[in-house]
T-cell receptor
């Protein structure tokens, strides 16, 4: 079946630190991979995506590369800001199941000045 | 281009009652999915509608039901509410052209007492 496992939180970093949030997946087919961000009290916002192996998704300084050989899609940012504090969800979309989304449990990030 | 909207934003019900949550999809999107997000967890897929027909269902009992209307708005109905139904309910829409990417509404927070 399909599943997503992501790094447990919470993660606390100082401003301008390097961020990595690990995400690995299990899929029966050829999924698309996503990172969503959820700010307190809000719904999910699409941060970036990659639809095939070796694609790199990027947005707002965040990036992630679709690694089929390691079934991973780790999120990275070179220099975090206080405004990046949020919960980050890794997800996959499986075309074999009508593009149903499977989410990880989320990783809470707090950036301190 | 309008985003995905949901109503109401918050709702309090008592055990055994019924509830209807509403979603208005992003313009041009013909697929809507509903998710349940318990506190501290990732969203769990409830079901998906495409052209007014159910097009996939997650591991939720039949007391969770839905409708999609010709204007691509939709409803999630939950009968015989249980305490564990307390959660954030998210709807997400996608277009035929980019089916693997879903855009989420802000959610309805349901509290069952």
């Amino acid at each position: 079946g399909n599943s997503v496992t992501q790094m447990e939180g919470p993660v606390t970093l100082s401003e301008e630190a390097f961020l990595t949030i690990n995400c690995t997946y299990t899929a029966t087919g050829y999924p698309s991979l996503f990172w969503y961000v959820q700010y307190p009290g809000e719904g999910l916002q699409l941060l970036l995506k990659a639809t095939k192996a070796d694609d790199k998704g990027s947005n707002k300084g965040f990036e992630a590369t679709y690694r089929k050989e390691t079934t991973s899609f780790h999120l990275e940012k070179g220099s975090v800001q206080v405004s990046d504090s949020a919960v980050y969800f890794c997800a996959l979309s499986d075309p074999n199941t009508g593009n149903q989304f499977y989410f990880g449990t989320g990783t809470s990030l707090t950036v301190i000045p | 281009e309008t985003g995905v909207t949901q109503s109401p934003t918050h709702l309090i019900k008592t055990r055994g009652q019924q509830v209807t949550l509403r979603c208005s999809s992003q313009s041009g999107h013909n697929t809507v999915s509903w998710y349940q997000q318990a506190l501290g967890q990732g969203p769990q897929f409830i079901f998906q509608y495409y052209r007014e027909e159910e097009n996939g269902r997650g591991n939720f009992p039949p007391r969770f039901s839905g409708l999609q209307f010709p204007n691509y708005s939709s409803e999630l109905n939950v009968n015989a509410l249980e305490l564990d139904d307390s959660a954030l309910y998210l709807c997400a829409s996608s277009s035929l052209a980019v089916q693997e990417t879903q855009y989420f509404g802000p959610g309805t927070r349901l509290l069952v007492l």
